[in-house]
């Protein structure tokens, strides 16, 4: 047999080596998509025979999510109070508290996210005002959710709030929250907590499945004598808890919402989160 034989040969056993591989492949994950969605919807019967329905609308979806780490940058969010208020002088307060004073208003940041801000001037005069609150989070460097949380105005006068909740990666970061106060329909105050300047992985730790979650929520039910008659929805959030000096973590949490309010699942211990 000569070499273009031989090499030819090599390669029609290569190629059958991959495709019987290749087939063993989409056979494990096809039973392994099979197993998943049978303990789904094992675990949406036993809520049922528990007297709590699914809505067709929850997403039961496999996903997950990695921790991440959030700091604070001082550089960075010099910055974004610039951006928004124009050239500041700066004042520290101690306590890792700093107050940023502009020609257009004041900013105060504390370590763990929280702040206040005062808009002077009419900045944003001329613009709806979602489309004004929505300008303040991205001059802060924010991500908000499509839908805002609340939104209550006075079409007379222009009076009102807006709420908006920030989000890491399209993932509702469920406690950092931005209050907008609206006067003469113009953003003059917000208020509330942010996410730290820089995003970093945190850990490649495995969250609980949506199955697991499912139980796991069925206890904590029985246990704390929970009162709901339906899951609406499953959402996989983050939590960000931070020091004061700046330095903190974005968790993966397991929102659940029913007909009588929501609870909160940690995605990496399975323990109940309280959420403000």
Known sequence: MNSVKV???????????????????????????????????GAAALLEENGISVSPDADLSYRSRAALTATRRLPSEAEKAAALLGDCS????????????????QAKFRGTGSFEILIYSAAF???????????VAESLGLETAREPLSMELD??????????????DGAEV???RLSFTMVGGNVRMVMGTRVLDDIAEGGAEDGLDVPTVL??????????????SELTGLELCYAMSANVAGEGELTPVWRIDTDTGSFYINAVTGLEEAMA
């Open 7 to 41: 090499k030819n040969f090599i390669i029609l056993v290569l190629l059958l080596v991959n495709a019987v591989l290749l087939s063993v492949f989409v056979t494990d994950y096809a039973r392994e998509r099979e197993l998943a969605g049978a303990a789904v919807e």
């Open 174 to 176: 469920l406690n950092c």
């Open 90 to 105: 700066v004042s520290d307060e101690g306590g890792n508290i700093l107050v940023y004073t502009g020609e257009r208003g």
């Open 155 to 168: 079409e007379a006068n222009g009076d009102g709030s807006i709420v908006l909740a920030c989000t890491v």
């Open 215 to 228: 139980m796991r929520f069925l206890s904590i039910v029985r246990e704390r004598g929970h009162v709901c």
């Open 125 to 135: 005069y001329g613009r709806d005002p979602l489309e004004q609150a929505r300008s």
